[in-house]
């Protein structure tokens, strides 16, 4: 009776260990994510605005979004003293950078969202010089 008993638990062993199944074979690379951070100051007379804007966010401008391969994208308000400022961050996966976003700056519905979005912000002095709304930020630290 053992020895029966041991013979099926060794074939059942056997047998499970032969279902186990491989990790599937590598596939192309992937794309590094791109992390990117950026700030902005807001107007308080239309931090009000802003916020309607994005909570119906129009749907041409989403869809170029995640055409341009951006994902996650987060805008965040604070108020610092007297001043109020937005904080947007996504991760970029696409392979060509510079394009997409040359992609979602020569979009129609993109450049009259940014009509309406940008007298409701305050830019730093480094990307008003520029003649941009926002300000890039350094990445200091990240976690998975």
Known sequence: MIRIQYCLLLLSVVLLAGCTSQAPPAG??????????????????????????????????LKKISEANIRNYTIYLKQIDTAFYLFSHYEYVGKDYEADMKKIASDTTTQRWWRETAPCQIPLPEAAQKGETWTEMEEVFHTD
């Open 28 to 61: 192309p690379p992937q794309n590094p994510v791109k992390r990117v951070g950026m700030v902005t100051g807001i107007r308080p007379d239309k931090i009000a605005y802003y916020k309607e804007l994005h909570a119906a966010t129009w749907e041409g401008v």
